[in-house]
């Protein structure tokens, strides 16, 4: 069978084999092993319906690189090869950001950067249901999943979080939620449940393309492989290792972020047998680690908030977990968990970087539902109080609703995914993303003792009220402030500056627009240094950036 003989590096390509013999999808029949002169990666093969067996690789290094097979099986066994892998120019790095290499956590354990050393922006979009049909490719790229991919990618986005397929719920209209092109992720059993035997590749093949199409759009792929602890369609602990074994073997090339799975305190919550027990998780995190040849980062998405909010909570001292997640909220009351956990996984040893990965979705509604100054608060507020990361969400997007289709899932609301597109905080993204992109965010330390409000030190946000004001900034060389709505009334001051000559601008974060600050920042007789009034609209949220002259 040919077989490809050249490659470019970190761009996932597929070797092709065919066993003599039927194996089962989770009995992992065949490594291959990919070596050149500076370091070896041992992959596994996996299925890809009836004697078909897939090895996915994305060459780490330029130059050749020498690959054989391993099995007990002859038809898989003893094949070899070469791949000669050429460096990504500059122009190709420009055009796809995922061929800088692999994120890994930084140096100073704040932040992801990619593996040519490049500080890596986390912002992300939830799609749960992208790989799913109601997110369909339709022919020539013209698709919904294509659309919002467009969009997204106009707007700054630079993560997709999703899950494979999804768990726990139920048919609609004789059809599994979790299906695409391809079908079904699983076969049913006789009660209609998953059938974790009957592992269907034809759906996979199908998110393939999706992968592709968005690693080729420079977006990381994050989230986990399913929910394992819902209450409906879970997973034995052998089972979820044996399908975190197929996704790592099927996806481990992309660009990726891990999560073990999806909100992991469903199983705490209704007592699930063995999803109930932290020794559980961190033996799916044990073996995920040892079964993720490219050392992609690993957490676990917790949630609802009022069971544990941060990752940190229950597994920052495990030895699989490598950064944290927050679930802060779904609802108006859970915005200050944004700062309040974002600021106590900073202050955290060991380091690790945290990232606010589930929120406030906007159009959501309930009574004061979120409208776009709280879903572009959660961003702003995460990166000031520590995080290196955040995660947009939309009612409409993350089930990829469509009410008038009678197989789409909808929720809270029945927002139609081509409106919810169209939400305005999805579009503030890029005017965060302009500004981070113009600072060394990754260098920031929160520094809210900083902040005076009405005359008084400023006081973390309460679950009744999220409005006080963040600063950060990198000490002797600038400091942002981030004034959130709520604060028109107030006189917001510094108790003292950066360095004794600085310069100010006001920051549009609804406009993307710097404003300059004419007079300079000077003390009143209390040594305090006020802020200057908030251009029009001052009952919205501002931020104030002020650098060393």
């Given at each position: 069978?040919?077989?490809?003989?050249?490659?470019?590096?970190?761009?996932?390509?597929?070797?092709?084999?065919?066993?003599?013999?039927?194996?089962?999808?989770?009995?992992?029949?065949?490594?291959?092993?990919?070596?050149?002169?500076?370091?070896?990666?041992?992959?596994?093969?996996?299925?890809?319906?009836?004697?078909?067996?897939?090895?996915?690789?994305?060459?780490?290094?330029?130059?050749?690189?020498?690959?054989?097979?391993?099995?007990?099986?002859?038809?898989?066994?003893?094949?070899?090869g070469s791949l000669v892998c050429a460096p990504p120019s500059a122009a190709e790095i420009e055009a796809n950001p995922n061929c800088r290499g692999?994120?890994?956590?930084?140096?100073?354990?704040?932040?992801?950067?990619?593996?040519?050393?490049?500080?890596?922006?986390?912002?992300?979009?939830?799609?749960?249901?992208?790989?799913?049909?109601?997110?369909?490719?339709?022919?020539?790229?013209?698709?919904?999943?294509?659309?919002?991919?467009?969009?997204?990618?106009?707007?700054?986005?630079?993560?997709?979080?999703?899950?494979?397929?999804?768990?726990?719920?139920?048919?609609?209209?004789?059809?599994?939620?979790?299906?695409?092109?391809?079908?079904?992720?699983?076969?049913?059993?006789?009660?209609?449940?998953?059938?974790?035997?009957?592992?269907?590749?034809?759906?996979?093949?199908?998110?393939?393309?999706?992968?592709?199409?968005?690693?080729?759009?420079?977006?990381?792929?994050?989230?986990?492989?399913?929910?394992?602890?819902?209450?409906?369609?879970?997973?034995?602990?052998?089972?979820?290792?044996?399908?975190?074994?197929?996704?790592?073997?099927?996806?481990?090339?992309?660009?990726?972020?891990?999560?073990?799975?999806?909100?992991?305190?469903?199983?705490?919550?209704?007592?699930?047998?063995?999803?109930?027990?932290?020794?559980?998780?961190?033996?799916?995190?044990?073996?995920?680690?040892?079964?993720?040849?490219?050392?992609?980062?690993?957490?676990?998405?917790?949630?609802?908030?009022?069971?544990?909010?941060?990752?940190?909570?229950?597994?920052?001292?495990?030895?699989?977990?490598?950064?944290?997640?927050?679930?802060?909220?779904?609802?108006?009351?859970?915005?200050?968990?944004?700062?309040?956990?974002?600021?106590?996984?900073?202050?955290?040893?060991?380091?690790?970087?945290?990232?606010?990965?589930?929120?406030?979705?906007?159009?959501?509604?309930?009574?004061?539902?979120?409208?776009?100054?709280?879903?572009?608060?959660?961003?702003?507020?995460?990166?000031?109080?520590?995080?290196?990361?955040?995660?947009?969400?939309?009612?409409?997007?993350?089930?990829?609703?469509?009410?008038?289709?009678?197989?789409?899932?909808?929720?809270?609301?029945?927002?139609?995914?081509?409106?919810?597109?169209?939400?305005?905080?999805?579009?503030?993204?890029?005017?965060?993303?302009?500004?981070?992109?113009?600072?060394?965010?990754?260098?920031?330390?929160?520094?809210?003792?900083?902040?005076?409000?009405?005359?008084?030190?400023?006081?973390?946000?309460?679950?009744?009220?999220?409005?006080?004001?963040?600063?950060?900034?990198?000490?002797?060389?600038?400091?942002?402030?981030?004034?959130?709505?709520?604060?028109?009334?107030?006189?917001?001051?510094?108790?003292?500056?950066?360095?004794?000559?600085?310069?100010?601008?006001?920051?549009?974060?609804?406009?993307?627009?710097?404003?300059a600050i004419e007079k300079p920042l000077v003390a009143d007789g209390d040594d305090r240094y006020p802020l200057p009034p908030r251009p029009a609209?001052?009952?919205?949220?501002?931020?104030?950036?002020?650098?060393?002259?």
């Amino acid at each position: 069978m040919n077989q490809p003989n050249t490659a470019k590096q970190w761009s996932p390509c597929d070797l092709e084999f065919e066993a003599d013999q039927a194996h089962a999808w989770n009995t992992f029949p065949a490594q291959v092993t990919f070596a050149n002169s500076d370091t070896e990666i041992v992959v596994d093969a996996y299925w890809d319906g009836a004697q078909t067996w897939r090895a996915r690789f994305a060459p780490t290094l330029p130059g050749t690189w020498e690959w054989r097979s391993a099995s007990a099986d002859p038809g898989l066994d003893g094949k070899s090869g070469s791949l000669v892998c050429a460096p990504p120019s500059a122009a190709e790095i420009e055009a796809n950001p995922n061929c800088r290499g692999h994120l890994t956590t930084s140096g100073n354990g704040h932040c992801f950067t990619y593996a040519d050393g490049t500080p890596f922006l986390y912002l992300g979009d939830t799609c749960w249901h992208m790989n799913e049909k109601r997110c369909g490719l339709g022919e020539n790229e013209d698709g919904p999943f294509f659309t919002w991919l467009r969009d997204r990618k106009r707007k700054g986005f630079t993560v997709i979080n999703h899950w494979l397929y999804a768990s726990g719920h139920p048919k609609r209209n004789e059809e599994f939620i979790s299906s695409n092109e391809g079908g079904d992720a699983w076969g049913a059993t006789a009660d209609g449940k998953h059938d974790f035997q009957a592992l269907n590749p034809a759906y996979y093949r199908f998110v393939d393309l999706r992968w592709r199409a968005l690693w080729a759009n420079g977006f990381v792929m994050a989230g986990p492989p399913t929910w394992f602890a819902k209450p409906d369609h879970h997973m034995t602990l052998e089972q979820a290792q044996d399908f975190s074994r197929y996704v790592m073997a099927r996806y481990g090339a992309f660009n990726m972020v891990w999560a073990l799975s999806g909100e992991y305190s469903f199983g705490p919550q209704s007592k699930h047998d063995p999803w109930d027990r932290t020794e559980t998780w961190n033996a799916l995190g044990a073996f995920v680690a040892a079964h993720n040849p490219y050392a992609h980062p690993v957490s676990i998405h917790p949630g609802p908030a009022v069971f544990h909010a941060s990752s940190s909570e229950e597994f920052h001292d495990s030895g699989w977990l490598d950064h944290n997640w927050l679930q802060t909220g779904q609802y108006a009351k859970g915005l200050y968990r944004v700062a309040t956990c974002a600021k106590a996984d900073y202050d955290k040893t060991p380091t690790r970087p945290t990232l606010q990965a589930e929120g406030f979705y906007e159009g959501q509604p309930e009574a004061g539902g979120a409208v776009s100054a709280q879903t572009r608060f959660q961003p702003w507020v995460a990166f000031l109080n520590g995080a290196c990361g955040a995660v947009y969400g939309a009612c409409g997007i993350w089930p990829f609703s469509a009410p008038s289709d009678p197989k789409s899932y909808s929720y809270k609301g029945n927002l139609d995914w081509r409106t919810a597109l169209q939400l305005p905080g999805s579009a503030h993204i890029r005017h965060i993303a302009d500004f981070l992109r113009g600072m060394a965010w990754w260098e920031w330390v929160p520094q809210r003792e900083k902040l005076l409000v009405n005359g008084q030190p400023a006081p973390m946000p309460t679950e009744d009220d999220y409005s006080p004001p963040h600063a950060a900034g990198i000490p002797g060389k600038n400091l942002v402030v981030y004034i959130p709505t709520g604060n028109a009334n107030n006189a917001i001051a510094l108790s003292e500056l950066p360095a004794p000559s600085c310069t100010a601008q006001w920051y549009d974060p609804r406009q993307g627009t710097f404003t300059a600050i004419e007079k300079p920042l000077v003390a009143d007789g209390d040594d305090r240094y006020p802020l200057p009034p908030r251009p029009a609209p001052a009952d919205e949220d501002w931020v104030c950036v002020i650098r060393v002259a």
